[in-house]
């Protein structure tokens, strides 16, 4: 079974999809680490994210291996461990720019396809319903209010440490919502067989109550 989650930042995508992974006994796969990885290896070396053809022209000496233990997904980047350094808001933010580059996306739409050819799979991102897994059998597309989104990313980056306020945060959260569905290839966008999930007025549990339902109604029910 195939299961597509799409929709902005900090809609809550990654912890109900990695919780419902779990209960289901599926691999998750999040996608936006992938593109956080390409965007990590282009700030470690000095390429500009908006030099499509240099971005481009590394990706020969990009190698991603994504690893699965009991804390969940790992990340590595030639061999290194990038699982925590792919998480800070600059590398939020070279993501989203080389998440424009049609070289990017084909490198790593391929990967995603080949990694649910062989498994169960709960795949989050942008583009899955639409472009990765069309023939998904449930395509979910789970958003909030960028003022709702920017409070929940907010206090998961104080509690990891990292120092910020809460007017970056929002701003950063609708710039990112502007790139990734003005951007011509693959853009955000609803699949139209996908069930839209408001989360704004709800909570963890009932955001990930409301998911398993879907996933039960429409053929999950045998691995519940
Ligand atoms: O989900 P995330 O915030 O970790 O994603 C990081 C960036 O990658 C985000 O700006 C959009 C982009 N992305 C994408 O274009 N397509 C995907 N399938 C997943 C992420």
């Known amino acids: 079974m195939k299961i597509a989650i799409d929709g902005p930042s900090g809609a809550g995508k990654s912890t109900i999809a990695k919780m ?13 680490a992938m593109y956080r990885t390409i965007g990590l290896y282009c700030v470690e070396n000095n390429i500009s994210t908006d030099e499509y053809e240099s971005v481009s022209a590394a990706l020969k000496n990009i190698s991603i291996d994504i690893k699965y233990t009991a804390e969940g997904q790992s990340m590595f ?14 590398i939020s933010s070279a993501a989203s720019d080389v998440a424009k580059i049609k070289d990017v996306r084909c490198f790593l ?11 169960n799979v ?6 899955i319903g639409t472009s990765v897994l069309p023939d998904a059998e449930l395509k979910i597309f789970l958003t909030a209010s960028a003022e709702d989104r920017a409070e929940r990313r907010y206090k998961e980056l104080i ?10 945060v929002l701003a950063d959260m609708i710039q990112r919502d502007k790139n990734d569905s003005e951007r011509e290839i693959s853009p955000l966008s609803v699949a139209e067989d996908a069930v839209v999930v408001d989360t704004g ?6 955001s990930y109550e409301v998911i398993m339902n879907l996933i039960k109604e429409n053929g999950g029910v045998k691995y519940v």
Not at 109 to 119: G, H, I, L, P, T
Not at 122 to 127: A, C, P, V
Not at 160 to 168: A, H
Request: hydrophobic share 30%; no cysteine.
């Open 201 to 206: 007025g709800y909570s963890l549990e009932k």
């Open 122 to 127: 709960i795949m989050d991102g942008r583009d």
């Open 159 to 168: 509690e990891k440490g990292i120092k910020t306020d809460y007017e970056t």
């Open 77 to 90: 980047l030639n061999g290194e461990d990038v699982t925590d350094k792919i998480r800070t808001p600059q």
């Open 109 to 119: 739409v391929e990967m995603q396809k080949k990694m649910a050819e062989k498994n």
């Open 20 to 32: 419902a992974a779990k209960e289901l006994g599926f691999v998750y796969i999040d996608t936006g």
